[in-house]
């Protein structure tokens, strides 16, 4: 059954809708890479509302994203939002849902471990403290017992606050979306460093992540129905259609073939 499902979402795009286009001029190589912009961009909003796992949604976006083509993010561009991400953060230890839940010491400890990453820099005392591993010395059991406990606070807030912001970051996007910004290279790059940085602090490891060929399909078929609704208002000629519906088309086959 899901060959057959796969198999339409294949042949409806490619022999179906272009017949139903009106034959209209020829766009430029530049309107074409916006109109591709778009149409990613409007697949990967629609689909981040409805996608709950963090994990399967930042995939998808990915993979979406290649669409695009090779993307080279500004760094500096990164390294200013990081800042601002960091600054965010650190305005989040003061509210009260956090001073609620933890001790004036943890939110200190986590203060001067944000200080730190705007250095680029971790003291080793927060990186024994987040560490699993015992300590190298013998302690007593009151002491050892002290330190769990404030290990373990410390990987609660911090997944409090990774949670929160990669909500934020999603956040971000969705307003670049609706302001028509297509860049989200700057975005990537910083979920990238703060996921790593997430998985690391737990010493656990980064599997891949798995896409359902379902949320795949239908990921390409908002695709193709907007390059269909564009084209049916007259946006867009049905030459620039017809190579945008074989590009999602190869682009599905390709993403469906790695599943």
Do not use: C
């Not at 050892?144 to 406990?149: A, I």
């Not at 290279?185 to 599997?207: A, F, G």
């Amino acid at each position: 059954m899901a060959a057959i499902v796969i198999l339409l979402s294949l042949i409806v795009p490619t022999l179906i809708l272009p017949k139903l286009l009106p034959a209209l001029g020829v766009e430029s190589s530049d309107d074409i890479n916006q109109v591709r912009n778009e149409m990613v961009d409007y697949a990967i909003l629609h689909m981040a509302h409805e996608i709950e796992d963090s994990k399967v949604r930042s995939s998808l976006t990915k993979q979406l994203q290649s669409q695009k083509g090779l993307q080279i993010p500004d760094h500096n561009k990164s390294s200013k939002l990081m800042d601002d991400i960091i600054t965010w953060q650190e305005t989040l230890l003061d509210t009260p849902t956090i001073k609620t839940q933890f001790s004036p010491t943890i939110v200190d400890y986590f203060r001067i471990y944000l200080e730190n990453i705007s250095k680029h820099s971790t003291s080793k005392r927060i990186r024994r403290l987040f560490s699993k591993r015992g300590r190298g010395r013998r302690t007593d059991s009151v002491e050892m017992e002290e330190f769990t406990l404030l290990r373990n606070d410390l990987s609660r807030l911090e997944d409090i606050l990774y949670q929160e912001t990669m909500e934020r970051l999603s956040e971000l996007e969705k307003e670049r979306l609706e302001n028509k910004t297509i860049d989200f290279s700057d975005i990537e790059e910083v979920k990238h460093i703060l996921e790593n940085r997430h998985y690391r602090i737990r010493n656990d490891i980064q599997e891949d992540t798995i896409i359902p060929n379902e949320l795949l399909i239908e990921a390409f078929q908002l695709e193709y129905q907007f390059v269909l609704n564009q084209a049916k208002s007259d946006m867009i000629s049905k030459e620039t259609s017809n190579k945008l519906f074989k590009e999602i088309n190869n682009a599905q086959v390709l993403q469906l073939q790695k599943q």
